[in-house]
């Protein structure tokens, strides 16, 4: 993305053994081997993937070659999210910037025919946008043929204000917490940083770091309950990526968001860290 802030590193490999090694012994699996970037453009993708049996990724596409598509399905990848957004080549463009329509199509079409008989689930994604506000599921489901691929679905993804929360010709003024709750994530960054939302690409909410702490330690600190006050209370000095998705003040806060207020109860009943240690304990 144009406005990361953080530098465009891969994690170095000591670190993602020991990330695995971590979880692992703690029994948690990870859902997606990447945050805010194409997977595909890491030289040793396969073998973290066996790192993390059943992981899975999302990818614009381009990098996915019949060559590329052997290699991931060799692996021990539970999922693939293949990211075409729009079956309307000239609406492409605009909203995959830098990508080509035709040579996206014809790599899903190929991992389709690939993938057919495996263990693995293929989404094809679908954006839900101003765009795309005329394309159905089916109108997917017809283009790539779906019937003849069971391992294969079509997902919607909510074009959500990822750059700005203002409104664009993709998406309308957003206002509210994309997630639906502010500390349900644990995103490990390149540089080994971890924060609790993906949204927040650049680390400026974290948590911990995994190079020099465990996820037991991070998950025991203070920080995340210091945190979930700093959000309750809208301090958006403290939570800085928190504030831009709470910008737009005067929209009508999304029914998420609403839910919210119910969660800050539970947190009374099971604080944080409690229920932290017994994610953990899982």
């Not at 997902?155 to 204000?161: A, L, R």
């Not at 502010?182 to 971890?194: A, K, Q, T």
């Given at each position: 993305?144009?406005?990361l802030?953080r530098?465009?590193?891969?994690?170095?490999?000591?670190?993602?053994k020991?990330?695995?090694?971590?979880?692992?012994?703690?029994?948690?699996?990870?859902r997606?081997?990447?945050?805010?970037?194409?997977?595909?453009?890491?030289?040793?993708?396969?073998?973290?993937?066996d790192l993390?049996?059943?992981?899975?990724?999302?990818?614009?596409?381009?990098?996915?070659?019949?060559?590329?598509?052997r290699?991931?399905?060799?692996?021990?990848?539970?999922?693939?999210?293949?990211?075409?957004?729009?079956?309307?080549?000239?609406?492409?463009?605009?909203?995959?910037?830098?990508?080509?329509?035709?040579?996206?199509?014809?790599?899903?079409?190929?991992?389709?025919e690939?993938?057919?008989?495996?263990d693995?689930?293929?989404?094809?994604?679908?954006?839900?946008?101003?765009?795309?506000?005329?394309?159905?599921?089916?109108?997917?489901?017809?283009?790539?043929?779906?019937?003849r691929?069971?391992?294969?679905?079509?997902?919607?993804?909510t074009?959500?204000?990822?750059?700005?929360?203002d409104?664009?010709?993709?998406?309308?003024?957003?206002?509210?917490?994309?997630?639906?709750?502010p500390?349900?994530?644990?995103?490990?960054?390149?540089?080994?940083?971890?924060?609790?939302?993906?949204?927040?690409?650049?680390?400026?909410?974290?948590?911990?770091?995994?190079?020099?702490?465990?996820?037991?330690?991070?998950?025991?600190?203070?920080?995340?309950?210091?945190?979930?006050?700093?959000?309750?209370?809208?301090?958006?000095?403290?939570?800085?990526?928190?504030?831009?998705?709470?910008?737009?003040?005067?929209?009508?806060?999304?029914?998420?968001?609403?839910?919210?207020?119910?969660?800050?109860?539970?947190?009374?009943?099971?604080?944080?860290?409690?229920?932290?240690?017994?994610?953990?304990?899982?």
């Amino acid at each position: 993305m144009g406005n990361l802030g953080r530098p465009e590193d891969d994690m170095p490999w000591w670190l993602v053994k020991k990330v695995a090694g971590d979880l692992r012994n703690n029994g948690l699996r990870v859902r997606w081997l990447h945050e805010m970037g194409e997977p595909l453009l890491f030289p040793r993708l396969a073998e973290a993937i066996d790192l993390f049996p059943g992981t899975g990724v999302s990818t614009n596409v381009m990098m996915l070659d019949t060559g590329y598509a052997r290699e991931l399905l060799a692996s021990s990848l539970g999922r693939i999210r293949l990211c075409v957004d729009t079956v309307r080549p000239e609406v492409y463009p605009e909203i995959r910037r830098g990508g080509r329509f035709d040579e996206v199509v014809a790599n899903i079409r190929t991992f389709l025919e690939l993938s057919k008989g495996q263990d693995i689930r293929v989404e094809i994604q679908k954006m839900v946008s101003l765009k795309t506000a005329g394309e159905s599921i089916r109108d997917f489901e017809v283009f790539f043929e779906l019937d003849r691929y069971p391992q294969a679905l079509v997902i919607e993804k909510t074009c959500e204000g990822l750059d700005t929360t203002d409104a664009t010709e993709l998406h309308e003024q957003y206002y509210g917490c994309f997630q639906g709750y502010p500390f349900r994530w644990f995103v490990v960054l390149s540089d080994g940083r971890v924060t609790h939302c993906c949204y927040d690409y650049d680390g400026s909410q974290a948590i911990g770091d995994m190079k020099t702490q465990t996820v037991r330690e991070i998950l025991d600190s203070n920080r995340i309950p210091e945190l979930m006050e700093a959000f309750k209370a809208r301090d958006f000095d403290t939570l800085p990526r928190c504030g831009e998705c709470y910008k737009n003040t005067s929209g009508k806060a999304v029914v998420v968001d609403q839910l919210i207020r119910i969660g800050h109860k539970l947190d009374r009943v099971l604080p944080v860290k409690h229920v932290a240690r017994k994610i953990i304990n899982r």
